[in-house]
């Protein structure tokens, strides 16, 4: 195996969980913003439009890898109610930070996660690839965590344009690292955006499971990482003798 010189974490699942959080909740609060922010519709007509909207571009974005932001679908929601906005409207973009205050209350590190990148950080350059569709809240919770300072370059997909898999953003996180794919490992939790996505450039790649992928997950996908543990407790043992072999 080539000399390691750095290595990309995904964030989502990998180095946090998402504790207790709601959705639905977040909707009501996003739906209670619109009004506030004076656009007259009910709880029932905007939750329908903005659930097709939102179903649009998930579409888009899942199969296009092309990342849309939520300001998109909720502009595209109320127009479709008769309102005339544009996803820079001030107002759309104050309900979007409102709608992901729960979410960002719901982020915690998993165990050994802050130990191990601040080891890791000593001896290799740290990057960090997300699948977003809003980059404040991603930088803010990185803030959270106090682990922000661990990472060379963080890229998020909203900023970015492309989600993961797309070849492209793990391009882009090479490049801003000043690495090459085969002096580089990617540690992740999704089979295919995660691991597929890291292999077909040519990077060495760790699954750890989280709760949104098991290892049955894994096996059903058909990838194989170089390396598999069962927790980042384990994963921050065994990292200093993978990276050595």
């Known amino acids: 195996m080539p000399l390691i010189k750095a290595i990309i974490f995904d964030f989502i699942g ?43 571009y998930r579409v888009i974005r899942y199969q296009e890898l092309v990342e849309v932001t939520n300001a998109v679908w909720i502009s595209e929601a109320l127009n479709t109610l008769g309102f005339k906005t544009t996803p ?7 309900a979007v930070n409102v ?37 404040p809240v991603i930088y803010a919770g990185l803030g959270k965590l106090c682990i922000k300072q661990f990472f060379n370059t963080i890229l998020i997909s909203e900023d970015v344009g492309w989600r993961k898999p797309h070849i492209k953003i793990f391009k882009e996180s090479l490049r801003r690292l000043n ?24 990077m060495k790649t760790i699954f750890v499971p989280s709760q949104f992928y098991s290892l049955e997950n894994l096996h059903c996908s058909q990838q194989k990482p170089d390396l598999i543990v069962k927790n980042v407790c384990e994963l921050y043992k065994s990292l200093p003798e993978f990276l050595e072999e």
């Open 14 to 56: 990998t180095l946090t969980n998402v504790k207790n959080y709601s959705l639905e909740t977040s909707k009501i609060k996003l739906y209670k913003a619109i009004v506030e922010a004076g656009f007259n519709v009910s709880l029932e007509k905007f939750l329908d439009a903005y659930s097709d909207a939102h179903e649009k």
């Open 88 to 94: 820079e409207d001030s107002r759309i973009k104050m």
């Open 99 to 135: 709608f992901f205050e729960d979410y960002l209350d719901s982020l915690e590190l998993r165990p050994c996660a802050k130990k191990m990148l601040e080891e890791a950080s000593q001896d290799y350059k740290l990057g960090l690839i997300s699948n977003f569709t809003y980059a």
């Open 179 to 202: 690495a090459k794919a085969q002096e580089t490992v990617y540690v992740g939790d999704s089979p295919l955006e995660d691991i597929k996505g890291a292999q077909a450039i040519g």
